[in-house]
């Protein structure tokens, strides 16, 4: 059962919590509203769409009027009746024109979105009926932090108009865009549509990768030296394929491959010459604080995220594994339908794998596992586990203690904000020192809080160093320019002094 399936059974349990989005939210999105009136308005009418009345004590005019008129009869009440009549009518007639003429679209802009950066969506209303739409009000329902993207627009008769809509990522994770309502009505006020655009789409946000000053990083000793090797063919499972040479022994030839193409395969495998290093990242909630804006949890993860950059971007192409314990999201942290979620992270995500249970533990943790590998795809299987991660109640020690099989032979890194000693039954620093004993080098990158002095884990590094195990301090808040860049290209719109419009795309380097 993999990390993906647990979260996939967790959200699949009817939401706990009247916070949780929605499943109350969209059903009533797409129940028809109760009522004689209003069944009878909806007749015929996609699911998606609702018409309500908003003016109703008038039409209790109408059998007064006909009453009087049986009673005495005067041009007066003619008049009131068609008035009443009519005006309902078009009023009516007008919005239903528009329930299956109207459409809002949207269109999310650019691809990777990294904590700090700004997501920017375009909106198009779509109105083919031969009504204009006097007023309409888009509603949006995403999840996205600080992100409202509703707004009061209009648009003419079979046209469209066009808007866009930004926010800041100041916070990593997985969210939900959309889905959007679209409401408005007659001129008079008598009447609403409302249409439900269904339209969602999951976004990762991923942890900010910065430049870190210099660090002492441990090497294993799979290699005894950091030179580069060739590949090595072996017994062991191949990470790629590639022609036959006359060199190559033929029992490692890839027969599959080699009768689907005619020609001999190899399968090759690439052995690193630092060895495997493993980013041990401590989220236990006990450990970490936060000072105004400055969290030594999320400032951890983005030097977990930054380590790993720099290892896997070095010339020794080192392979870099990521262990973590994360409680799960809550229900409305993520807001989709459970499938959706779980097939838009895992197309990106890490391989998870579940923790073997803790004795005391809360059964929803889970540990986060990415396997180590080399390459830039690493990093971003990497930020995707980093992206949705919580803080936990599992202590540093009995990660390792849990997780130590997966090491084998090579480095790990433990990054912590836990700055005094350990004893007792959450002594870390022992664990690190088995792991030392079994052929891990260790080393450890310790985050200390903005208002701490440093002095305050001169005990820690002491206890650390008397056992030949690097210790390296990180302040949190400290100012770390950005590593990851990327290009993408965005329109620009310029007015010309002859009142004309000029669009042009325009291709940047952001980071």
Known sequence: MTWFAALRHRLAAPPAS??????????????????????LWNRGLPNHTRIEHRVLWPLFLLPIALFNQFLAPHPVWIVLLVTLVGVYGVGYLWVRSQATAIAVSRRRLGAVLVAGDTLREEFELHNSSPAPVLWAECLDHSTLQNYNAGRVV??????????????????????????????????????????????????VIYPRVAHLPVLALPRSDTSGVARQ?????????????????PTDSLRYVHWPLTAHRGELMVKELEIEPSGGVWIVLDLNGAAHTTIGDVSTLEFGIVVAASLAAELLAGGERRTVGLLTVSDHPPLDYIGVTPPAAIEAVSQNGPEMEPRKPVAGAPL?????????????????????ALAPVQATTLSLAEMLRTNHRLFGRGAIVVITAQTTPPSGHDNWAAQMLQLESAGLASSVLLI???????????????????????????????????ALFFRRTRKVVRTTPTGGVVTYEVEEEVG
């Open 448 to 482: 200390t809080p903005p208002d701490r002095d440093e002095q305050a884990a001169a005990p820690l590094r002491n206890l650390l160093a008397r056992h030949d195990i690097p210790v390296q301090m990180l302040r949190a808040g400290m100012r770390l320019p950005s």
């Open 364 to 384: 929803h943790e889970r540990a986060v596992v990415t396997l180590p590998q080399p390459g830039q795809a690493q990093l971003w299987r990497i930020l995707a």
């Open 229 to 245: 090797r060739r590949p090595l063919t072996g017994p062991l499972p191949s990470a790629s394929v590639r022609d036959y040479r």
């Open 154 to 203: 209009g648009c003419a008769a079979n046209s469209s108009y066009r808007w866009n809509s930004s926010v800041e990522c100041g916070h990593r994770g997985i969210y939900r865009l959309g889905p959007h309502d679209l409401r408005l009505g007659d001129p008079l006020g008598l009447f609403e549509l409302t249409i439900h655009n269904d339209q969602t789409e999951i976004i």
């Open 18 to 39: 009247p916070a949780a989005p929605s499943s109350e939210q969209a059903h009533h999105l797409h129940t028809r509203p109760r009522g004689l009136f209003n069944r």
